[in-house]
Protein backbone atom coordinates (compact mmCIF):
# COMPACT_ATOMS: atom_id res chain seq x y z
CA UNK A 1 0.00 0.00 0.00
CA UNK A 2 1.47 3.25 -1.07
CA UNK A 3 2.35 6.00 1.83
CA UNK A 4 -0.29 8.21 2.34
CA UNK A 5 2.59 11.32 2.59
CA UNK A 6 3.93 11.07 -0.99
CA UNK A 7 7.60 13.11 -1.67
CA UNK A 8 5.18 15.94 -2.41
CA UNK A 9 3.76 16.00 0.79
CA UNK A 10 7.39 15.12 2.25
CA UNK A 11 8.25 18.58 0.61
CA UNK A 12 5.75 20.34 2.61
CA UNK A 13 6.83 18.91 5.93
CA UNK A 14 9.87 20.68 5.91
CA UNK A 15 8.53 24.27 7.25
CA UNK A 16 9.69 26.03 4.75
CA UNK A 17 6.13 28.08 4.80
CA UNK A 18 5.36 27.49 8.09
CA UNK A 19 2.48 24.61 9.05
CA UNK A 20 -0.50 25.22 11.77
CA UNK A 21 -2.04 23.08 13.47
CA UNK A 22 -5.52 22.85 14.82
CA UNK A 23 -7.05 21.35 17.48
CA UNK A 24 -10.90 21.77 19.56
CA UNK A 25 -11.74 21.64 23.28
CA UNK A 26 -14.16 19.34 24.26
CA UNK A 27 -16.90 21.86 23.52
CA UNK A 28 -15.91 22.62 20.00
CA UNK A 29 -13.82 25.49 20.73
CA UNK A 30 -11.02 25.54 17.87
CA UNK A 31 -7.57 26.29 18.61
CA UNK A 32 -5.01 27.33 15.85
CA UNK A 33 -1.08 27.37 16.60
CA UNK A 34 1.78 27.54 14.09
CA UNK A 35 4.35 24.82 14.50
CA UNK A 36 7.89 24.80 13.45
CA UNK A 37 7.67 20.62 12.53
CA UNK A 38 6.15 18.14 11.16
CA UNK A 39 8.83 15.11 11.15
CA UNK A 40 8.02 12.32 9.10
CA UNK A 41 8.73 9.28 10.91
CA UNK A 42 6.71 6.21 8.78
CA UNK A 43 4.27 5.94 6.38
CA UNK A 44 1.25 5.80 9.09
CA UNK A 45 3.11 8.12 11.50
CA UNK A 46 4.11 11.94 11.51
CA UNK A 47 5.90 13.73 15.11
CA UNK A 48 5.03 17.44 15.84
CA UNK A 49 7.86 19.69 17.35
CA UNK A 50 6.10 21.13 20.57
CA UNK A 51 7.86 24.43 21.68
CA UNK A 52 5.48 26.85 23.41
CA UNK A 53 1.79 24.23 23.59
CA UNK A 54 -0.32 25.40 26.44
CA UNK A 55 -4.00 25.43 25.16
CA UNK A 56 -3.26 23.06 22.23
CA UNK A 57 -1.89 20.67 25.02
CA UNK A 58 -4.95 20.57 26.87
CA UNK A 59 -7.40 20.26 23.68
CA UNK A 60 -5.16 17.43 23.33
CA UNK A 61 -5.42 15.74 26.56
CA UNK A 62 -8.76 15.72 26.01
CA UNK A 63 -9.60 15.44 22.75
CA UNK A 64 -6.38 13.85 21.44
CA UNK A 65 -7.56 13.99 16.93
CA UNK A 66 -6.44 17.15 15.08
CA UNK A 67 -5.63 18.60 12.20
CA UNK A 68 -2.19 20.36 10.58
CA UNK A 69 -1.75 21.97 7.20
CA UNK A 70 0.91 21.67 5.38
CA UNK A 71 2.53 23.96 2.20
CA UNK A 72 4.65 23.08 -0.28
CA UNK A 73 6.77 26.03 -0.91
CA UNK A 74 7.33 24.91 -4.54
CA UNK A 75 4.08 24.93 -5.78
CA UNK A 76 2.07 26.34 -3.25
CA UNK A 77 0.39 22.98 -3.08
CA UNK A 78 -1.80 22.79 0.57
CA UNK A 79 -2.57 19.28 2.57
CA UNK A 80 -4.15 18.93 5.70
CA UNK A 81 -3.84 16.01 7.65
CA UNK A 82 -5.81 14.68 9.87
CA UNK A 83 -3.95 13.40 12.95
CA UNK A 84 -4.51 11.20 16.57
CA UNK A 85 -1.97 12.33 19.25
CA UNK A 86 -0.39 8.81 20.23
CA UNK A 87 2.24 9.77 22.81
CA UNK A 88 4.66 12.25 23.74
CA UNK A 89 8.06 12.07 23.39
CA UNK A 90 10.88 13.63 25.36
CA UNK A 91 14.06 11.61 24.74
CA UNK A 92 15.01 8.96 22.06
CA UNK A 93 16.70 9.28 18.68
CA UNK A 94 13.50 11.00 17.26
CA UNK A 95 14.09 13.81 19.69
CA UNK A 96 17.46 14.30 19.27
CA UNK A 97 16.92 14.27 15.85
CA UNK A 98 13.95 16.86 15.12
CA UNK A 99 15.85 18.91 18.33
CA UNK A 100 18.83 19.34 15.65
CA UNK A 101 16.60 20.38 12.85
CA UNK A 102 15.22 22.87 15.13
CA UNK A 103 18.26 24.42 15.74
CA UNK A 104 19.00 24.63 12.61
CA UNK A 105 15.97 26.83 11.99
CA UNK A 106 16.57 28.86 15.06
CA UNK A 107 19.83 30.13 13.49
CA UNK A 108 18.42 30.67 10.20
CA UNK A 109 15.64 32.77 12.12
CA UNK A 110 18.07 34.17 14.83
CA UNK A 111 15.69 33.13 17.35
CA UNK A 112 17.09 29.88 19.36
CA UNK A 113 14.98 30.92 22.56
CA UNK A 114 11.96 30.70 20.49
CA UNK A 115 13.10 27.61 18.61
CA UNK A 116 13.92 25.44 21.08
CA UNK A 117 12.23 21.66 21.26
CA UNK A 118 10.55 20.74 24.71
CA UNK A 119 8.95 17.56 23.32
CA UNK A 120 7.87 15.73 20.37
CA UNK A 121 4.12 14.75 19.43
CA UNK A 122 4.12 11.21 17.93
CA UNK A 123 0.70 10.97 15.87
CA UNK A 124 -0.78 8.77 13.77
CA UNK A 125 -1.79 9.73 10.20
CA UNK A 126 -5.60 9.27 10.53
CA UNK A 127 -6.52 10.66 6.80
CA UNK A 128 -5.56 13.33 4.04
CA UNK A 129 -7.30 16.15 1.86
CA UNK A 130 -5.76 17.79 -0.94
CA UNK A 131 -7.03 21.89 0.00
CA UNK A 132 -4.93 22.65 -3.29
CA UNK A 133 -3.50 20.76 -5.63
CA UNK A 134 -0.30 23.06 -6.50
CA UNK A 135 0.55 25.63 -9.70
CA UNK A 136 0.82 24.48 -12.95
CA UNK A 137 2.72 25.63 -15.84
CA UNK B 1 -13.88 44.89 23.45
CA UNK B 2 -11.66 47.59 21.53
CA UNK B 3 -8.92 45.75 19.22
CA UNK B 4 -5.59 47.33 20.24
CA UNK B 5 -4.27 49.82 17.90
CA UNK B 6 -0.80 47.47 17.57
CA UNK B 7 -3.58 44.74 16.17
CA UNK B 8 -5.33 46.75 14.11
CA UNK B 9 -2.73 48.11 11.96
CA UNK B 10 -1.72 44.56 11.66
CA UNK B 11 -4.77 43.54 10.53
CA UNK B 12 -4.31 45.89 7.27
CA UNK B 13 -0.61 44.29 6.59
CA UNK B 14 -0.77 42.40 3.12
CA UNK B 15 2.11 40.43 4.84
CA UNK B 16 0.16 39.53 7.55
CA UNK B 17 -1.36 35.76 6.89
CA UNK B 18 -4.53 34.48 8.36
CA UNK B 19 -6.32 31.12 9.23
CA UNK B 20 -9.81 30.53 9.71
CA UNK B 21 -11.20 27.26 11.90
CA UNK B 22 -14.37 25.93 12.77
CA UNK B 23 -15.04 22.34 14.59
CA UNK B 24 -17.59 20.24 13.25
CA UNK B 25 -20.42 18.31 15.63
CA UNK B 26 -17.73 14.99 15.35
CA UNK B 27 -15.08 17.80 17.01
CA UNK B 28 -12.70 17.59 13.23
CA UNK B 29 -11.70 20.86 12.87
CA UNK B 30 -11.96 22.57 9.43
CA UNK B 31 -9.89 25.21 8.86
CA UNK B 32 -8.47 27.74 5.62
CA UNK B 33 -5.72 30.23 5.02
CA UNK B 34 -7.62 33.58 4.44
CA UNK B 35 -7.12 36.04 1.90
CA UNK B 36 -7.44 39.48 3.45
CA UNK B 37 -9.98 41.34 6.75
CA UNK B 38 -11.79 44.37 7.08
CA UNK B 39 -11.92 45.74 10.62
CA UNK B 40 -16.24 46.39 10.83
CA UNK B 41 -15.98 48.18 14.30
CA UNK B 42 -14.40 47.05 17.89
CA UNK B 43 -16.22 43.59 17.75
CA UNK B 44 -16.16 42.67 14.25
CA UNK B 45 -14.23 41.28 11.46
CA UNK B 46 -14.88 40.60 7.90
CA UNK B 47 -12.66 37.95 7.09
CA UNK B 48 -12.05 36.66 3.87
CA UNK B 49 -11.75 33.06 2.72
CA UNK B 50 -11.26 30.62 -0.71
CA UNK B 51 -13.84 28.13 -0.09
CA UNK B 52 -12.47 25.36 -2.36
CA UNK B 53 -9.66 25.24 0.17
CA UNK B 54 -11.94 23.59 2.67
CA UNK B 55 -14.96 22.23 1.19
CA UNK B 56 -16.98 21.45 4.56
CA UNK B 57 -15.72 25.13 6.44
CA UNK B 58 -18.86 26.88 5.84
CA UNK B 59 -21.24 24.43 6.67
CA UNK B 60 -19.60 24.08 9.76
CA UNK B 61 -19.35 27.31 11.22
CA UNK B 62 -23.09 28.01 9.93
CA UNK B 63 -23.61 24.74 12.32
CA UNK B 64 -21.34 25.57 14.92
CA UNK B 65 -20.56 29.18 15.22
CA UNK B 66 -17.42 28.92 18.04
CA UNK B 67 -14.44 30.15 15.63
CA UNK B 68 -10.98 31.23 15.69
CA UNK B 69 -9.28 33.57 13.20
CA UNK B 70 -5.61 33.76 13.60
CA UNK B 71 -2.83 35.91 12.06
CA UNK B 72 0.74 36.15 12.36
CA UNK B 73 3.02 38.47 11.08
CA UNK B 74 5.42 36.74 8.37
CA UNK B 75 8.25 38.55 8.89
CA UNK B 76 8.55 38.69 12.74
CA UNK B 77 5.86 35.98 13.72
CA UNK B 78 4.40 38.01 15.80
CA UNK B 79 0.64 36.69 16.14
CA UNK B 80 -2.50 37.08 17.85
CA UNK B 81 -5.93 34.83 17.89
CA UNK B 82 -9.27 35.99 17.58
CA UNK B 83 -12.05 34.18 19.31
CA UNK B 84 -15.78 34.29 18.27
CA UNK B 85 -18.54 33.52 16.85
CA UNK B 86 -19.71 33.36 13.16
CA UNK B 87 -22.15 36.12 11.90
CA UNK B 88 -22.88 35.40 8.59
CA UNK B 89 -21.64 34.89 4.90
CA UNK B 90 -21.65 36.12 1.63
CA UNK B 91 -20.27 36.72 -1.67
CA UNK B 92 -17.24 39.86 -1.81
CA UNK B 93 -18.18 43.25 -2.61
CA UNK B 94 -16.12 45.11 -5.01
CA UNK B 95 -13.92 46.58 -1.63
CA UNK B 96 -13.33 43.48 -0.59
CA UNK B 97 -12.44 41.87 -4.29
CA UNK B 98 -9.55 44.78 -4.21
CA UNK B 99 -8.40 43.85 -0.21
CA UNK B 100 -8.20 39.67 -2.21
CA UNK B 101 -6.13 41.15 -5.11
CA UNK B 102 -3.67 43.56 -2.50
CA UNK B 103 -3.19 40.60 0.12
CA UNK B 104 -2.33 38.26 -2.82
CA UNK B 105 -0.03 40.45 -4.00
CA UNK B 106 1.53 40.54 -0.81
CA UNK B 107 1.56 37.01 -0.43
CA UNK B 108 3.42 36.29 -3.62
CA UNK B 109 5.98 39.27 -2.20
CA UNK B 110 6.64 37.55 0.82
CA UNK B 111 7.48 34.09 -1.18
CA UNK B 112 9.28 36.21 -3.67
CA UNK B 113 11.42 37.56 -0.70
CA UNK B 114 11.85 33.74 0.50
CA UNK B 115 13.04 33.04 -3.01
CA UNK B 116 9.98 31.61 -4.22
CA UNK B 117 9.06 32.86 -8.09
CA UNK B 118 5.77 31.96 -8.95
CA UNK B 119 5.08 34.97 -11.63
CA UNK B 120 1.63 34.82 -13.71
CA UNK B 121 0.90 31.50 -12.20
CA UNK B 122 0.20 32.76 -8.88
CA UNK B 123 -2.98 33.95 -10.51
CA UNK B 124 -3.90 30.11 -10.67
CA UNK B 125 -4.65 30.60 -6.72
CA UNK B 126 -4.95 34.41 -6.61
CA UNK B 127 -8.13 34.35 -8.32
CA UNK B 128 -9.77 31.55 -6.79
CA UNK B 129 -13.25 32.45 -5.60
CA UNK B 130 -13.24 34.48 -2.22
CA UNK B 131 -15.51 34.70 0.03
CA UNK B 132 -16.86 36.99 2.96
CA UNK B 133 -17.78 35.55 6.58
CA UNK B 134 -18.06 38.19 9.37
CA UNK B 135 -17.00 37.24 12.66
CA UNK B 136 -18.21 39.13 16.32
CA UNK B 137 -14.90 38.85 18.00
CA UNK B 138 -14.93 38.13 21.99
CA UNK B 139 -11.47 37.67 23.08
CA UNK B 140 -8.10 38.05 21.56
CA UNK B 141 -5.00 35.83 22.59
CA UNK B 142 -0.98 36.95 22.02
CA UNK B 143 0.18 34.01 20.34
CA UNK B 144 3.42 35.07 19.29
CA UNK B 145 6.03 31.83 19.24
CA UNK B 146 7.90 32.57 22.92
CA UNK B 147 8.08 31.38 26.10
CA UNK B 148 4.39 32.11 27.97
CA UNK B 149 2.75 32.92 24.97
CA UNK B 150 -1.34 31.80 24.89
CA UNK B 151 -2.28 34.67 27.49
CA UNK B 152 -5.50 36.28 26.80
CA UNK B 153 -4.57 40.39 25.86
CA UNK B 154 -6.85 42.78 28.19
CA UNK B 155 -8.77 44.99 26.18
CA UNK B 156 -11.50 47.21 26.87
Known amino acids: MDSLITSEIQNALQGIVPSVM ?12 YISQAHF ?37 MWKINLRFEELLKDGDLFDEMEIALEAIAIMQA ?8 AVLMCEIVSIETQFHGLTG | MVIPDNIDKMLELTYTFGWLVGV ?31 EHLVETIQNHPKIVFTIVNANTFESYQFKGKYVE ?68
Open chain 1, 22 to 33: ATSSPDGMPNLT
Open chain 1, 41 to 77: VDDNHLAISWQFFNKTWKNLQTNPNFSVVVTAPQNWA
Open chain 1, 111 to 118: ATDVFKLA
Open chain 2, 24 to 54: DDKLESHLCRTCGVKKIDNEHLIILITPSLA
Open chain 2, 89 to 156: NRPLNAEEGNIKHRFMRGIKEVLSDMGFEYNDRFSQYAELEGWAVKMKVEEIYEQTPKPGTGKKLIVK
